[in-house]
């Protein structure tokens, strides 16, 4: 049975299992289509979490940063997973005390404002398309490759898929279809791990095998040595400043923590109790991914870099005229992935072979060295949105096309195949749901028209989540960046704007309606265009701003942390010129500050 078809046939069951599941858990109550009934077990709700979690970003993106970065790429790794202990520790138990469907619900609540509730779901509906750019994008990758379609009929299928189970399901369908998609995505994550770990070190744990040996040497020596004879820089050394580390990881932390799809998975757990239990099991299942992560991104860049040069293998001398491969003998899986536009090969100086070095080297003795071995200049890349030549692998093929790199059996890589759309599409439809009801909940029925029938309620959330669909598509066919890219946005603006508001809402009784609404804005605008001027080039098409103009040397990932200091400083400064917070909402924080033995939460 050949590859394609092997593909086929996997990720067709899964789908069939995801839609069969959606058929099963039919939302049929507004409590079912937000929260899931409110009766999900913390061990379930906690796999959940992890699918929900670990989207296109971590499954596809994340380890090809690391491939790339190397040591530089660890902030994404505690940026990510030290969110949920903030989570866990700072506001899960709280929220699910206070008892309401959303996060915006709380805000308006809270700060008993409507305004206060709009301006959430702002903010809300703004960083959930950015993150579902992301997704969409993975999703579009995934079959372009694997089911060998373009990419705009990746993502109609996609978007069909998530239309399906999150309109029909709701957060009830959602969760259990999760469930199915943790289970997945984590064998599809780490068998190709275990066996890539098996040939390099022979160690069967990834984890291990990232300190394992080669023979005499160490893997990641190795690896050093490989890419530092090329021009790059080594593997273990950083590549930012060490302010930039400190912000991208604090934006990725308080991100995580303020993103309103993971949030609303506490809300659908039965006791107060249950969701601190539910962000600990969501830690572990987390966890296997992300201690194997840099494994695979370190072995990902090994093999690349063996399969380009064969010296690298050999301990040769990687420029000799024999060393680089011909690119009429190129492997199969290069040409298969130059059908996606992620690899492109660009014969330079016309000898028939790949050169794969780095170029704009600072090392002088390594650019000599290639100089006088006849290369012209780095030839594997990647091809650009005005479908020229670019010097640089896409960072989202890594992962999917590590086990293709390794040489692995078929049945592996259709594997991974369904583990990639599972991660992507997991965490595209736990977004669609929360900007569906942000709109019906907390607009339509909170706001705009608050007599409307349950019924009709449930319809205008799956109207909305049709619609987002359809936006999400667009997004995912043009978006502003590779996956973890965007994503990263989003986890800025989450960590400027919803973040702090609903930190200040649960330990301070003194914060007033007008500190929260216009510390939000002044958070969310300040972020918001920090990011579109510093990526004007890649948004607008305009001239690129030069890196140096960093305010503080801070990139657009990590600028999140400013706008949430902005954030709270505002908030405060407007607190104290403006009406007190009312006695009885200062009492509501006493309430829900106090969360052991709370029970069941609030009546709706």
């Known amino acids: 049975m050949d590859l394609k078809t092997l593909t086929y046939i996997v990720v067709g069951l899964s789908f069939a299992l995801y839609i069969g599941i959606a058929i099963w858990a039919r939302a049929g109550t507004t409590k079912e289509f937000y929260i899931a009934g409110g009766g999900v077990h913390p061990i379930v709700n906690g796999m959940a979490t992890g699918a929900d979690w670990m989207s296109a970003a971590s499954f596809i993106s994340m380890a090809g940063l690391i491939a790339f970065l190397g040591y530089g790429g660890s902030v994404y790794l505690m940026g990510w997973t030290g969110g949920y202990v903030l989570l866990a520790v700072l ?8 008892g ?11 700060y008993y404002s409507q305004t206060a509730r709009i301006v959430a779901v702002i903010c809300l509906i703004l ?7 992301g997704q969409m994008r993975g999703v579009g990758i995934v079959f372009s490759r694997f089911m060998e379609v373009d990419i705009t009929t990746g993502l109609l299928i996609g978007m069909a898929l998530v239309f399906f189970y999150a309109v029909l399901g709701g957060m009830k369908g959602i969760t259990y279809t999760q469930v199915a998609q943790y289970c997945v995505l984590i064998f599809a994550y780490t068998i190709p791990a275990v066996f890539i770990s098996l040939q390099i070190s022979g160690n069967v744990f990834p984890q291990l095998g990232l300190g394992g040996q080669m023979g005499e040497v160490y893997f990641l020596d190795k690896l050093n040595q490989t890419v530092t004879d090329l021009g ?14 400190f912000c991208i990881t604090l934006a990725l932390m308080a991100g995580t923590a303020g993103l309103p799809h993971v949030i609303v998975r506490f809300f659908t757990v039965p006791k107060v109790h249950d969701a601190r239990l539910s962000a600990g099991w969501a830690l572990v299942f987390i966890a296997i991914l992300y201690t194997t992560a840099p494994a695979v991104g370190a072995m990902a860049r090994y093999n690349l870099h063996a399969t380009v040069n064969t010296a690298v293998a050999s301990g040769g001398d990687m420029f000799a005229p024999d060393a680089s491969i011909e690119g009429e003998t190129r492997p199969d899986w290069m040409k298969r ?5 992620l690899v492109m090969w660009e014969d330079k100086n016309g000898d028939g072979r790949i050169q794969y070095y780095n170029d704009q080297s600072k090392d002088a003795e390594v650019l000599a060295r290639a100089e006088a071995a006849g290369w012209a200049g780095n030839e594997l890349g990647s091809k650009g949105k005005d479908g020229k030549f670019e010097g640089k692998v896409d960072n989202d093929i890594m992962v999917l096309a590590n086990p293709e790199i390794a040489g692995l059996p078929d049945w592996v890589i259709a594997l991974i195949a369904a583990g990639g759309i599972a991660a992507a599409l997991s965490t595209a439809a736990g977004l669609l749901l929360v900007i569906s009801s942000a709109i019906s909940h907390d607009l339509l029925k909170g706001v705009f028209a608050r007599n409307i029938s349950e019924k009709r309620e449930l319809a ?8 987002a669909v359809l936006i999400a598509g667009y997004l995912g066919y043009n978006p502003p960046g590779f996956v973890a890219q965007v994503v990263a946005f989003a986890f800025g603006l989450a960590c400027a704007s919803l973040f702090p508001t609903i930190v200040m809402g649960i330990f301070s009784k003194t914060m007033n309606r007008a500190g929260a609404i216009v510390g939000m804005l002044t958070g969310l605008t300040f972020t918001l265009a920090y990011i579109v001027y510093f990526k004007r080039d890649v948004l607008l098409g305009m001239p690129k701003v030069p890196d140096s103009e960093w305010l503080f040397g801070i990139s657009p990932e990590g600028i999140g942390v400013v706008g949430m200091i902005l954030n709270f400083a505002v908030a405060y400064l407007v607190m104290k010129l403006t009406p007190k917070c009312p006695d009885h909402i200062q009492h509501l924080v006493e309430g829900i500050r106090y969360p052991r033995g709370a029970g069941t939460a609030q009546a709706h």
């Open 100 to 110: 309401k469907f959303t996060v915006p619900e709380f805000i308006g609540d809270r």
């Open 127 to 133: 960083i959930s398309f950015t993150y579902v750019a």
């Open 337 to 341: 992935w130059e059908k996606t536009g």
């Open 232 to 245: 790059f820089a080594a593997y273990t050394a950083g590549n930012k400043t060490m302010i930039d580390v």
């Open 91 to 98: 506001l899960a138990p709280y929220l699910r005390k206070f």
């Open 460 to 467: 205008a959330g799956r109207i909305a989540a049709a619609a």
